[in-house]
């Protein structure tokens, strides 16, 4: 193409944006929210991957799987949701410039000139649309960020903050023009290949009642689609639940150990932290009741010939203990069974040895005695006889265990009798956790002896009734100052309820611009039909057919569209709670679930109310036009 060519083409690209703003502004306005979606995203992304690179050691962080997978889920989300507005929005503005490509090639304009010119558009429209969007996501992102950032395990510097850069810009913007750019290319296509006798004719594939052709399936999957994600996050919200989880979950009033210690982005855990100076300043405070330590020593144990032929036979038989170790192991030509062979010849497993004070026992569950009582006697665990056996769990209510009360074990050159099987709660117990291990825990006195005066790795303190929020003071206060850390009821409630309300707003947050989306669709789809059938509304009225009919039908299409997507919603909502909701409820410690489709029944009726609204005020407008100059219309 020669370069006047290409400047009439400019041109002609560039004029129908300074001439009818009104009708590109749609356009802008959806770009600006999808772009607003990825960037938001893209910000909390880049500025959780920057902390996981500054670890305070030096080292890399971990990050959760499901955080990866969470993320590329809501990609997805965002780049369709994207592609459904900004494609109908194409659509619709080609439907109504279709007669002046249709001139354009009466004239001798090719097909590739006329992609041309849609393509200069839309890269005009990006360039407004796309760094308003950008600006308006990153401070969503950033807002947002602090939040998340309280339930992600780094060690980073500056945890919770923003770290921007010039690459996250980038990579948003560019990301969100392929959204366009892809969303963009049928309407393309279809005005470039469009004859002139068609375009003059172009209806913009309406049926012949008037009526979009599948364009319904896409608008109400957008409407439906916000309001399930809205239902789902309101279920999240309304399942919080104090009552089910603290007797389950809190063990103690206080907890304290290592600022680090349950920090997953940490390899290296201080597991005896909590030292004298501390207890000193314990032994001040007023209303403390009891006091109860636990220790960590990380070893491997070696078993006599008759107790390795019982957990062969029990223990490493059994399926899912070789799936796990095929999962873990298994590879490079490393066998289930040539590691089996390597655990045969050591006679040897690793595990950690805990020490535990009476306090500490006390908390523990799901106990069974060799004597068959659901209870440790203190006082026969503490004769210095005894272990007790951690069971090996390999799923939330899957356990298995290692060696059965009454076995005899050997640790620190001693021999025991292992007293019971029991369960220690996740919040206390060490939080890094082999795929195979076997775990004892000794009385703290018999610990001591064997390990020597070490200090614990966590402290665990009940206090009188009254006296939590003075003793909660101070010892905030002193872990500010300090290396340490303290959990509470008060802390953990807080924890667990922000974590809640943070899916809640990020639902939320989607919900939104979904429904701004669907709407969007709905509204511009029932534009599209009523001008394109604006010559044949005008014959009815020429015949006879009052406003008020005509409205009446149009409302009765508005009313189509509400009905389907109720009945889409309410569908889909409920399978939705009770599955996936409903799962991802029950594994969240102090949330317990609850059926519920209240949101719907507070949004369908002002979804009603909008889809009523539009057609009507739509036809209003066009009306202002006389019935000759609509006839006239071609």
């Not at 992102?141 to 921007?164: D, E, S, Y």
């Not at 100076?277 to 990380?298: A, M, P, R, T």
């Not at 889909?572 to 594994?587: G, P, Q, R, W």
Request: glycine share 8%; proline share 3%.
């Amino acid at each position: 193409m020669s370069n006047t060519r290409k400047k009439a083409v400019k041109k002609l690209a560039s004029g129908p944006i300074r001439t009818n703003k009104g009708k590109y502004s749609v356009m802008i306005f959806s770009i600006i929210l999808t772009t607003v979606l990825f960037s938001s995203l893209f910000t909390i992304v880049g500025s959780l991957l920057s902390e996981f690179r500054q670890s305070s050691m030096g080292q890399y962080d971990y990050m959760d799987p499901s955080a990866a997978l969470i993320c590329v889920a809501a990609l997805v989300i965002f780049m369709v949701s994207g592609y459904l507005i900004i494609n109908n929005i194409f659509d619709i503005n080609i439907v109504s410039e279709m007669k002046e490509y249709g001139l354009l090639k009466t004239i001798g304009t090719s097909g590739k000139q006329i992609r041309r010119i849609v393509k200069y558009r839309t890269r005009r429209i990006c360039l407004i649309a796309i760094p308003i969007g950008l600006a308006i996501g990153c401070g969503i992102g950033g807002w947002m960020l602090p939040m998340i950032g309280r339930f992600i395990n780094t060690v980073g510097a500056n945890k919770g903050q923003v770290h921007m850069s010039i690459w996250i810009i980038l990579f948003t913007a560019f990301f969100s023009y392929i959204t366009v750019a892809i969303s963009g290319g049928k309407p393309r296509r279809k005005a470039s290949k469009i004859s002139p006798v068609e375009a003059s004719r172009y209806n913009g594939n309406l049926k012949k009642n008037g009526k979009p052709k599948k364009k319904v399936i896409l608008v109400v999957l957008s409407l439906s689609f916000s309001l399930v994600i809205l239902n789902s996050a309101y279920t999240l919200m309304s399942s919080f639940s104090t009552d089910s989880y603290a007797e389950e979950y809190i063990v103690c009033d206080f907890c304290v150990q290592d600022e680090l210690l349950d920090n997953a982005g940490q390899n290296e855990k201080n597991v005896n932290a909590v030292d004298s100076v501390f207890f000193d300043e314990l032994s001040k405070q007023q209303g403390v009741e009891s006091i109860g330590n636990l220790y960590l020593n990380h070893e491997s144990y070696t078993f006599s010939p008759e107790v390795w032929n019982e957990i062969e036979k029990y223990f490493f038989s059994d399926e899912v203990v070789k799936m796990q170790i095929e999962s873990f192991y298994a590879g490079d030509g490393y066998t289930v069974k040539s590691y089996l062979k390597d655990l045969h010849n050591k006679r040897a497993m690793e595990g950690n040895t805990y020490g535990m004070s009476k306090m500490t026992v006390e908390k523990l569950y799901d106990v069974q005695t060799m004597d068959g009582a659901t209870s440790v006697d203190w006082e026969k665990f503490n004769s210095g006889n005894y272990v007790l056996a951690e069971r090996w769990q390999y799923s939330n209510d899957g356990f298995l265990n290692v060696v059965n009360p009454g076995d005899k074990v050997e640790i620190g050159g001693r021999e025991y009798t292992v007293y019971a099987s029991v369960d220690i709660p996740m919040v206390i117990e060490y939080p890094v956790y082999g795929p195979i291990e076997c775990n004892f825990i000794l009385p703290e006195d018999e610990y001591l002896s064997i390990y020597g005066e070490v200090n614990p790795m966590r402290t665990l303190i009940d206090v009188n009734d009254g006296c939590e929020e003075g003793f909660e003071e101070w010892i905030k206060g002193y872990t500010a100052d300090s290396n340490l850390s303290y959990t509470s009821k008060k802390s953990v409630i807080e924890d667990n309820r922000a974590f809640g309300e943070l899916f809640a707003i990020a639902g939320l947050f989607v919900a939104v611009i979904l429904g701004l989306i669907g709407v969007m669709n709905f509204g511009n789809t029932m534009i599209a039909s009523i001008i394109s059938r604006s010559r044949e509304l005008a014959v009815l009225e020429a015949v006879g057919m009052t406003e008020k009919q005509q409205k009446r039908s149009l409302l009765k299409d508005g009313f189509r569209y509400f009905t389907y997507t109720s009945i889409l919603s309410v569908v889909l909502s409920s399978i939705i709670n009770v599955t996936a909701v409903k799962s991802f409820v029950n594994n969240l410690p102090m949330f317990s679930w609850r059926f519920s489709l209240t949101s719907l029944a507070l949004c369908l009726p002002v979804i009603l109310v909008i889809i009523l609204i539009i057609p009507a005020a739509a036809y209003k407008r066009l009306s202002r036009r006389s019935v000759v100059d609509r006839l006239r219309m071609e």
